[in-house]
């Protein structure tokens, strides 16, 4: 059963993404990034720039596509699926505008939801489902600026 950090009132999703995965990368921790495909090639895209005295490895699998071996160990996992990553990844990040499949499978879940209105009542939507499922549900309120 995942414990479920739900992160709102963010001002640009995919900078805190950012952010948050170089904080998790720094600690050693392998994660799943998912959301839809244009959200994630949009965060693949901004990994490779977002800091320019520091490379994020990471690897961005859609639509079941097979990768090399090799590429498995890449801590940083961008995939539509987050069920069929591979390797023992304890954390999920969530930029998706549903709960993810496969969600139960981590012991952690990061929620991100943005200030935009429909984000937020599709991020209500989610707690509500993680709550119902009896998971340990988490607010972090995000100031402007603000690091993870």
């Not at 414990?3 to 709102?8: A, C, D, R, S, T």
């Not at 965060?43 to 699998?61: A, I, N, T």
């Not at 596509?65 to 990553?85: G, I, K, N, Y």
């Not at 969600?103 to 990061?110: G, N, P, Q």
């Amino acid at each position: 059963m995942p414990q479920v950090e739900f992160h709102h009132g963010i001002g640009d999703k995919q900078a805190y993404a950012c952010r948050l995965l170089r904080k998790a990368s720094r600690a050693g921790v392998q994660l799943v990034v998912t959301g839809d495909v244009a959200a994630l090639q949009a965060l693949d895209r901004l990994l490779w720039v977002f800091d320019d005295q520091e490379f994020l490895p990471h690897v961005l699998s859609t639509g079941g596509a097979s990768l090399p071996e090799r590429l498995h160990a890449t801590p940083v996992w961008l995939s539509d699926d987050p069920a069929s990553a591979p390797g023992p990844r304890s954390v999920l990040v969530n930029l998706g505008r549903e709960v993810p499949p496969g969600a139960e499978r981590f012991d952690r879940l990061f929620d991100l939801v943005s200030s935009q209105p429909d984000d937020r009542q599709e991020g209500r939507a989610r707690w509500k489902a993680y709550a119902a499922r009896g998971w340990e549900v988490r607010p972090h309120e995000v100031k402007e600026g603000a690091t993870p």
